[in-house]
């Protein structure tokens, strides 16, 4: 059966219904059903014998194909997706305290929407930590919940404080990066998701969280025994032994307290991550929400961005 090209700007491809369905379950459909109009639409195009398709023109079919299925909802999301992830580089920042999910959630996101690029800040700390020496800055080479024990002012205040306050230290010089980071991927128009638990809203310079292309999400386990568990599955996927997490939980948990709070002062959306579909879910709806304010705010109305992506 001969392929269908699609035509894009600078290059042809053969149409994939998979690439198609990836779009559609980015848009909210369910996977069955994304992959079931995916085909609809190929065979659409096939009684039309139609050997070759402008994206553009393939993207406007889509779009009122699901209009015409009652689709509404999944629609806008369809196309305000293809304008921002080709138009405006998005930076999505997952935080939330070791264990409670970034990771996991970062890439389950990065998967629905088809991007390439996720960065854990825990990575971001080892390129720190080549550039920093540990003499200077001592807080950076411990972890986020053993920090407090390098710090100078060791005695003064009371434990909790002196927990945090280490955890802000080591959290300080890794933004420094994430900051970096987050400037590169907007200079070469990338979109981009960081996750981990150095991302803590108040640390973060204001240029980042006025931006509204820099969507941030905390992640939170609100179950203090679904929290531990998280690290005896984990253990059994990776080589981070479940242990050293367990000793230190009280201060994990003093850190995920802290992290949901200083969320909610900065109104960053605060998610209890049960379930990874509903959390996703969630995500999804909160990204597609600032994408509808930055489309008002930019004055652009749904006929602009038709004409402005068909
Ligand atoms: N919603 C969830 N339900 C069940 N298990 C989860 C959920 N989110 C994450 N996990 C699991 O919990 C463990 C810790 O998740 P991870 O993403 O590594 O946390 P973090 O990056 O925040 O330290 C992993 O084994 C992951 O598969
Ligand atoms: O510093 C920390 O809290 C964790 C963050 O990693 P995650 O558990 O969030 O992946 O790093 P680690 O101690 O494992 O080197």
């Known amino acids: ?61 889509v779009y009122y194909y699901l209009i015409s299925h009652n ?34 959630i970062a890439f389950e996101i990065a998967s629905r929407l088809g991007i390439s690029s996720v960065i854990g800040t825990d990575s971001i700390r080892e390129v720190m930590r080549k550039i920093i020496s540990k003499d200077l800055v001592p807080t950076l080479y411990e972890s986020s919940y053993t920090a407090w024990k390098v710090l100078r002012d060791f005695n003064e205040g009371d434990t909790k404080k002196l927990y945090i306050r280490g955890f802000e230290r080591h959290a300080e010089s890794v933004l420094v990066g994430v900051e970096g980071v987050i400037d590169r991927a907007m200079v070469e128009g990338l979109n981009l998701i960081i996750e981990g638990v150095h991302l803590v809203p108040s640390l973060l310079k204001p240029k980042y969280l006025d931006n ?17 568990m998280r690290f005896y599955a984990r253990s059994k996927i990776s080589e ?16 995920n307290d802290y992290l949901v709070d200083n969320a909610k002062k900065m109104g960053i959306p605060v998610i209890n991550n049960v379930s990874i579909s509903k959390t996703v879910e969630s995500c999804l709806n ?23 992506v068909f």
């Not at 050293?244 to 201060?251: E, G, S, T, V």
């Open 71 to 104: 689709y509404d909802e999944i629609a806008e999301r369809y196309l305000l997706w293809r304008v921002f992830l080709e138009k405006k580089p998005l930076t999505i920042l997952i935080g939330g305290a070791s264990g409670v999910g970034t990771s996991t």
């Open 212 to 228: 509204p292309y820099i969507i941030f999400i905390m992640l939170t386990v609100e179950d203090e025994d679904m929290h531990k």
């Open 240 to 255: 981070r032994p479940k242990e050293r997490y367990l000793k230190h939980f009280k201060i994990i948990r003093l850190i």
């Open 286 to 308: 909160i990204i597609t929400d600032r994408l509808r304010e930055v489309i008002k705010f930019e004055g652009l109305n749904e006929d602009e961005l038709i004409d402005e």
């Open 1 to 61: 059966m001969e392929d269908i090209i699609v035509k894009g700007k600078n290059y042809k491809m053969p149409f994939s219904k998979g690439i198609l369905a990836r779009s559609l379950t980015a848009a909210g459909l369910k996977p069955s059903i994304a992959y079931k109009i995916s085909w609809d639409i190929y065979e659409n195009l096939k009684k039309e014998n139609i050997k070759e398709i402008e994206k553009s023109e393939l993207r406007r079919r």
